[in-house]
């Protein structure tokens, strides 16, 4: 089985940082597009920011020049470093990651149990 983590979520006020980590950890034999996803109440789930295994980036237009992605491979680690939080940030942020078991496997979608970000004054 695969299992992704999250964790550094928290409440912050508006303006602030917060520095989101995903370890992927049990059977991984390659993990190709790791990203992170939001999900605010009444919302749908929307793609925040992904990164390819070779480092190419790609953000939604809300949190451009505010977020940056980033991830260790030897670590199968994930990263979002948000920064100028604003209110309309609060969500539910998810880890995904594409992950191949095997050599011979497909690679197949992983998401993580999502942590909590609140941007309140």
């Known amino acids: 089985q695969v299992q992704l983590v999250e964790s550094g979520g928290g409440l912050v006020q508006p303006g602030g940082s917060l520095r989101l980590s995903c370890a992927a950890s049990?059977?991984?034999?390659?993990?190709?597009?790791m990203a992170w996803y939001r999900q605010a109440p009444g919302k749908q789930r929307e793609l925040v920011a992904q990164?390819?295994?070779?480092?190419?980036?790609n953000y939604v237009d809300s949190v451009k020049g505010r977020f940056t992605i980033s991830r260790d491979n030897a670590k199968n680690t994930v990263y979002l470093q948000m920064d100028s939080l604003k209110f309309e940030d609060t969500a539910v942020y998810y880890c995904?990651?594409?992950?191949?078991?095997?050599?011979?496997?497909?690679?197949?979608?992983?998401w993580g149990q999502g942590t909590q970000v609140s941007v309140s004054s």
């Open positions: 990164i390819t295994k070779g480092g190419g980036t």
């Open positions: 995904n990651a594409d992950v191949a078991r095997t050599r011979f496997d497909r690679f197949r979608d992983y």
């Open positions: 049990g059977s991984i034999f390659s993990i190709d597009v």
